[in-house]
Nanobody, 116 residues
Framework: QVQLVESGGGLVQPGGSLRLSCTAS????????VGWFRQAPGKQRGLVAI???????VYADSVKGRFTISRDSAKNTIDLQMNSLKFEDTAIYYC??????????WGQGTQVTVSS
């Protein structure tokens, strides 16, 4: 059973930074795409950033230039560095992986709150 454990969420002031981390374990299949999604109250879950199977990083327009996604294949970790945080970045952030067996998996979510 694949497990995705997230960490790094919390409360930060506007303009501040946070780094989210996700560690994947429990699967013998290789990881294809990895990413981060978020869901704000009353809104649908949407893409923040993803690294495709080909290694290309794709970002939501709202976070381009502020967020950076990275992956350490040896450690099976997926990080999201978030800078210049805004009120509208407040959401639950979910880690996502797509495996070579064509299944996809989600973390439990970590809360990010941007507030003064």
């Amino acid at each position: 059973q694949v497990q995705l454990v997230e960490s790094g969420g919390g409360l930060v002031q506007p303009g501040g930074s946070l780094r989210l981390s996700c560690t994947a374990s429990g699967s013998d299949f290789s990881i294809n795409a990895v990413g981060w999604f978020r869901q704000a109250p009353g809104k649908q879950r949407g893409l923040v950033a993803i690294i495709t199977e080909g290694g290309r990083s794709v970002y939501a327009d709202s976070v381009k230039g502020r967020f950076t996604i990275s992956r350490d294949s040896a450690k099976n970790t997926i990080d999201l560095q978030m800078n210049s945080l805004k009120f509208e970045d407040t959401a639950i952030y979910y880690c996502y992986v797509a495996l070579s067996d064509l299944t996809s998996h989600w973390g439990q979510g970590t809360q990010v709150t941007v507030s003064s």
